[in-house]
């Protein structure tokens, strides 16, 4: 995206944000969007330090999956196979699953969603009413895809070239390209995630860079830290 494209994304941003209720202006809303491995949760976890709110899906999927009600759905669905030795979902079995056939993916988010979509929507409502930080950052894989970036006042692509992102996820996660692809594929395209952000946040290099161009955002919409 050229230079004029991202500040026209940021002037229609800004424009949501003004239009915005009084309530809604006293807290930014943030949200993430960009590839796996991009470092989306290094730019949530820097705007934590600067006193944003950082809601974090994973965390609360992973919290989800340790009530028994949820338990009870995934083994109805996957039987024990999911399931560790110590009574808990083991999330890479799981993954390893719902990831090699498109129902199963769609089952678990079925199971998952509604109470994550309904626990950010929640979290969102307490940052915007008294009291609140000045800024709430929602770190989702699936933000788009889910609808929640309607809850955003602004989104941040985090750009990072794919030859890093696997270099990450290797040494982070142990997984080869492929894997990367497999679950890519079953989320929006980057090109189209990219012209989806109003702001893009580079991430291929030097954290202290991107560091700087997240403080400089900040400062754009007005938020200076708490």
């Known amino acids: 995206m050229s230079r004029a494209g991202r500040e026209h994304n940021a002037a229609g941003a800004n424009e949501r944000r003004t239009a915005a209720s009084p309530a809604a202006r006293s807290c930014t809303v943030v949200g993430l969007i960009g590839g796996i491995g991009s470092g989306k949760s290094t730019v949530a976890r820097m705007l934590g330090k600067r006193g944003a709110r950082v809601l974090e899906a994973d965390a609360m999927c992973a919290e989800l ?6 338990k009870s759905a ?4 996957w039987g024990s196979a999911v399931f560790g030795a110590d009574g808990e979902v083991d999330a890479a079995a799981l993954a390893d699953i719902i990831f090699e056939r498109p129902g199963d993916l769609d089952a678990l988010n079925a199971i998952l969603h509604p109470k994550v979509m309904e626990r950010i929507e929640q979290e969102i409502a307490k940052c915007r009413g008294p009291g609140g930080p000045g800024m709430c950052v929602v770190d989702a894989p699936l933000l788009l895809e889910s ?3 309607r809850l955003c006042d602004v989104t941040l692509f985090v750009e990072c070239d794919a030859a890093t992102r696997a270099a990450r996820l290797a040494t982070a996660r142990g997984w080869a390209p ?3 692809e497999r679950r890519e594929a ?3 395209p980057l090109d189209r995630k990219r012209q989806a952000a109003d702001l893009v946040v580079p991430n ?13 955002i900040a400062a754009s919409l007005g938020y200076d830290g708490d």
């Open 186 to 188: 079953r989320q929006r």
């Open 204 to 216: 291929s290099g030097d954290l202290a860079a991107t560091r700087t161009r997240v403080r400089e």
């Open 65 to 70: 999956r340790r009530q028994p009600e949820i």
């Open 147 to 149: 609808g929640l970036d």
């Open 178 to 180: 492929d894997e990367i």
């Open 74 to 77: 995934i083994r109805e669905r």
